[in-house]
Every structure is written in C-alpha cells, then in structure tokens.
C-alpha cells in the first residue's frame, strides 16, 4: 500500500499583506446607484504558524463612494475588521460621517 500523500502542501510559516482597489462604476442597487469617489481600498494581513492561520486577522477598508439618483451625494468609507479567532470579530469605523462597531 502507498503512503498517505499530503494534497496541499505545507505553508509552514509566515505573513501576508495584500490590498485591493475597487473603483464601482454605476452599480445599481434598489434605485440607487454606486459609483467610486474615486475608490475603495480593501486590505488584509494575516500570518501562518505551523500550517495554521494565527490571529488576529485583520482588513480594513478605506475610501470613497458617490450614489444617487434621490438622495445623491458623496461620503467616506474608514472601516477595520479584527478577527481575533475562529468564532470571534470586531468591527469598527465610519461609513457615510456614521459610527459603525459591533462584534460578530
């Protein structure tokens, strides 16, 4: 009988950070439409131990949004999530000149 192969190969250790730029142009939800001012950064940094994802995990979120018809404006997105393990998070930021937290 042949050994047991491992499908994914070991990580080991390490850390990664990546960023994402999103520029919406003209997407329509319930009458109203989004579009970038002039766009949102998401970003995230995360490690590896072992072969294993360590927390935190962390993504945050920043930028500019436009929409309208009715209401029509412009406001800023400043978010950051922090998860701290496989059942806990946190939220926290301001999206539109609101204060956003919470936990999920």
């Known amino acids: 009988m042949l050994p047991a192969r491992r499908l994914i190969p070991a990580c080991g250790n390490g850390t990664d950070s990546?960023?994402?730029?999103?520029?919406?142009?003209?997407?329509?939800v319930s009458d109203t439409t989004f579009s970038?001012?002039?766009?949102?950064?998401?970003?995230?940094?995360?490690?590896?131990?072992?072969?294993?994802l360590a927390y935190p995990i962390t993504f945050s979120e920043n930028g500019g949004i436009s929409f309208g018809p009715n209401p029509s404006g412009s406001c800023s997105i400043k978010m950051n999530l922090d998860i701290t393990s496989?059942?806990?998070c946190t939220a926290s930021g301001t999206i539109c000149g609101q204060s956003v937290s919470g936990s999920c």
């Open 36 to 52: 970038g001012d002039p766009n949102v950064t998401v970003s995230t940094q995360f490690s590896m131990q072992n072969d294993a």
């Open 18 to 28: 990546s960023t994402l730029t999103i520029t919406p142009t003209s997407c329509a």
């Open 86 to 88: 496989a059942t806990t």
